[in-house]
């Protein structure tokens, strides 16, 4: 296997997946800030020409990161950081998905359309005007959240699993590009204090 690592939260999700997995996949860099993944020979793999991708050794290219996340869970189901059971999968699932559309989306565009701006409107459809509008729809998001983590030590319950690396990477480029965690979240706050304590979140 190859994988094709990048700046950016999405590689970041893989990189801590692949960590707590204890997995080494040989990596080949693609310059994202100089628009490789948007030209050949990369898109000749990943037409989407996004970032990351996980090409397999018969030469399938999974390019989406709870695609590749959930393909190296089953390949390597220990530890399962989407869950053991078919229940414990579908609650990951189901809190991931929430994550994914209703917080790390708009928090993503929100930067895309603003201080990213430069750096991609060229390569998608930008609506600066949206910007401040899905910034607010991901803190908004986040309250919400905070509100349903009381009394959980990771967003399932006690297990770890893709969900909070989800949330972690995202928040941690949310923090690097004006949208920092507002402290009144003070269960997610508290979370990603213990997210932070685990080796994973060191990955690279």
Known sequence: MKFYNSVGPNPHVVKMFMAEKGLEIPRE??????GENRQPPYVAKNPTGQMPALELDDGVVLSEITAICEYLDEKHPNPPLIGATPEERAVT????????????????????????????????????????????????????????????????????????ILL?????FGAQVGQPLDPANKNIAAWLERVKARPSAAAA
């Not at 860099?29 to 100089?34: V, Y």
């Open 29 to 34: 860099e693609i310059n994202l800030m100089a």
């Open 93 to 164: 699932r189901m809190w991931a998905r929430r994550i994914d559309l209703n917080i790390l989306e708009p928090m993503a565009n929100g930067f895309r359309y603003s201080q990213g701006l430069a750096l991609f409107q060229n390569r998608m459809r930008c609506i600066p005007q949206a910007a401040d509008d899905l910034k607010a729809i991901a803190a908004e998001k986040l309250a919400w959240l905070d509100g349903q983590m009381a009394g959980k030590t990771w967003i399932v319950g006690d297990r770890f699993t893709l969900a909070d």
């Open 168 to 172: 972690y990477c995202f928040l941690q």
